[in-house]
C-alpha cells in the first residue's frame, strides 16, 4: 500500500509554484518555521502561469470550520488547479496516510463539491459546455481523393517548364526523360588528367525505354535522398516512399514509423509557430478555472477557430474534440 504525506503551506508543485496557505488553526513548527496544514480549496501559485489557484483533490480526513467540513490535502491525492494540473513535493516527511484511506467518503464529498460548484455557476448564468464537444474540423477528412492536393496526373513538357521552372532535359544526370537517351557518367575516370580523358573514344549514347528511364530517375531520386537521410530510426522512410511511389500500386502509403516520426515533431515543438501549443493556450483562456469547465458561450466563439486555422495547413486534417479526460484530435 502506497504510503502518502500530509501538505503544508510553503510546499512545492511540481511545476514551480508554491502553496500560499493553510489552515490559520492548525500550525506547526518545523524547521524554525511555522507551517500551516493544507486544506482543499486552499491558494497555490503557478511556477508558469499567471494567477491564483486552489488545491485540488484530499486524502479524505476532514475536520469542521463553522460547522461546513474541510479536507485535508495529501501527496497522494492532491493536485494544483492551474493549467499545469501539478502535482505537489511534500516537504515534512513525518506526517503520513495510508492510500486510499478514506477513498470513498473522499469521491462523494469531490463530487458533492463538483455539483455545487455548478449550481453556484448556473446561479451566475454561466452554462457548462457540453462535452465531448467538436470545436473545429477541417473541410476534407483523411484519404479524401476529392481534395485537390490528392488529385493527381500527368504533366506535359510545357507545364513543367513555365509552370514549375523544371528543364527535363537536365534534371536528371543519369538519364534525358524526354528524348529516352541515356547520359555518360559526370566522371567516370577521374585519375586520368582532362588531356588525358579527351584521348578516349566516345561512348555513343544508348536509348533506354520509357520504364529503363523511370527506373534509373528513382535510382538517382533514392541515391539523393539519402545524402538527406543517413542516420537515425527514421533514415529508411524515405526509401520505403520512394519505392511505394514507383511501384504506382495507387494504394495509400502508411508506416507506424511515419507517424511515430510525425507525433513526436508535434510534441516536441516548441516554437512559437506549433500548432499543438496554440490549440492548448486557445483551451486555457477558454476554460474557467473556477469551476472547472469550458463555459457553453464559448462554442460558437469564432476566434478560437480563427486561431486554430490559422495554426494548420491545408494539408493537416484535423478533428478537435474536447472530452472529459482532455483534448483529442487526429
Known sequence: MAKGYFLYHLDKTTCGGRILSGASDDVYIIGGVARQQVRVGDPVSCGVHKGQFRVCGGMGDTYTV??????????????????????FIPSV???????????????????????????????????????????????NQMDDYQAKDMRH?????????????????????????????????????????????????????????????AGLMFDEFRSLA??????????????????????????????????????????????????????????HDAINYEYGFIPLSKKGDYSMKRVILRSLTQQFCLNLTVGSTGLTGW
Request: hydrophobic share 30%; net charge positive; aromatic share 6%.
Open 66 to 87: 463553522g460547522g461546513a467540513p474541510k479536507v485535508w490535502a495529501g501527496s497522494l491525492d492532491s493536485f494544483s488547479s492551474c493549467p499545469c494540473r501539478a502535482r
Open 93 to 139: 516527511l513525518t506526517h503520513t496516510y495510508d492510500s486510499h484511506a478514506n477513498a470513498g467518503r473522499a469521491a462523494e464529498r469531490e463530487q458533492t463539491a463538483k455539483q455545487q460548484k455548478l449550481r453556484e455557476a448556473k446561479d451566475k448564468g454561466i452554462e457548462p459546455m457540453p462535452i465531448p464537444v467538436r470545436i473545429y474540423q477541417t473541410k
Open 153 to 213: 496526373g500527368d504533366l506535359d513538357i510545357r507545364t513543367l517548364k513555365v509552370r514549375f521552372r523544371i528543364d527535363v532535359n537536365t534534371v536528371s544526370t543519369k538519364v534525358n526523360p524526354r528524348t529516352l537517351m541515356e547520359k555518360p557518367p559526370l566522371n567516370p575516370w577521374p585519375l586520368l588528367s582532362p588531356d588525358e580523358r579527351a584521348m578516349l573514344p566516345e561512348e555513343p549514347a544508348r536509348k533506354v525505354s520509357k520504364e529503363e528511364s
Open 226 to 283: 539519402q545524402v538527406y537521410s543517413f542516420h537515425g530510426p527514421y533514415k529508411d522512410i524515405i526509401t520505403e516512399m520512394i519505392n511505394h511511389m514507383q511501384g504506382n500500386s495507387g494504394r495509400p502509403y502508411s508506416s507506424p514509423l511515419l507517424d511515430r516520426a510525425l507525433k513526436e515533431q508535434i510534441l516536441n515543438d516548441r516554437s512559437r509557430q506549433s500548432s499543438l501549443l496554440k490549440i492548448k493556450g486557445i483551451l
